[in-house]
T-cell receptor
Framework: DADVTQTPRNRITKTGKRIMLECSQT?????MYWYRQDPGLGLRLIYY???????NKGEISDGYSVSRQAQAKFSLSLESAIPNQTALYFC?????????????FGPGTRLTVL | RKEVEQDPGPFNVPEGATVAFNCTYS??????FFWYRQDCRKEPKLLMSVYSSGNEDGRFTAQLNRASQYISLLIRDSKLSDSATYLCAVNPPRGFKTIFGAGTRLFVKA
């Protein structure tokens, strides 16, 4: 079984709809991250969380919100989706070693906003 | 200037070739460095960490040049299966937010 899972894997929605992307991990890591990936722009950090009570904005948090329901679960919401939020979204985890070591990514959610 | 920059490529090389990628970073106090591999439409996976002394794993060699603020990845004896996008990643000082480059695409041809 995958250590980091994401649901749904693919989603097509319409402008203005509320969307939730979910991430679960069995690695026991405290740190969790949400990124979006666009062609030519690489991975950009949306939000990150170091534990259940710690939520931080990344570089492109506008239009997004998150919830850390438990150590193992970190959800990303688009309150009112817009077409430029069409992207590939990745959840990732890492442990507390040093100043941030390897990140483990989920398989991604491909979101299309029409 | 972007915090982490890579040549997007693509690099088209024949099987057996040696190919090298560089990645520059802007924060001279950055602490740790990584190379990730990403296959088409898949998630990134760690290829190797980059240590100050450099490190080698089979056909792959990673090096860090702090003076010039870049890391490099050398792939020897390229295989068809090496075709992928290679992302460099840098952790800034006192920061826990890894910064990724946009990736370099490699195509290895028979």
């Amino acid at each position: 079984d995958a250590d980091v899972t994401q649901t749904p894997r693919n989603r097509i929605t319409k402008t203005g709809k509320r969307i939730m992307l979910e991430c679960s991990q069995t690695k026991g890591h405290d740190r969790m991250y949400w990124y979006r990936q666009d062609p030519g722009l690489g991975l950009r950090l949306i939000y990150y969380s170091f534990d259940v009570k710690d939520i931080n904005k990344g570089e492109i948090s506008d239009g997004y919100s998150v919830s850390r329901q438990a150590q193992a679960k970190f959800s990303l919401s688009l309150e009112s989706a817009i077409p430029n939020q069409t992207a590939l979204y990745f959840c990732a985890t890492s442990d507390l070693t040093g100043q941030g070591g390897e990140q483990f990514f989920g398989p991604g959610t491909r979101l299309t906003v029409l | 200037r972007k915090e982490v920059e890579q040549d997007p490529g693509p690099f088209n090389v024949p099987e057996g070739a040696t190919v090298a990628f560089n990645c520059t970073y802007s924060n001279s106090a950055s602490q740790s460095f990584f190379w990730y591999r990403q296959d088409c439409r898949k998630e990134p996976k760690l290829l190797m960490s980059v240590y100050s002394s450099g490190n080698e794993d089979g056909r792959f060699t990673a090096q860090l040049n702090r003076a010039s603020q870049y890391i490099s990845l050398l792939i020897r004896d390229s295989k068809l299966s090496d075709s992928a996008t290679y992302l460099c990643a840098v952790n800034p000082p006192r920061g826990f937010k890894t910064i990724f480059g946009a990736g370099t695409r490699l195509f290895v041809k028979a």
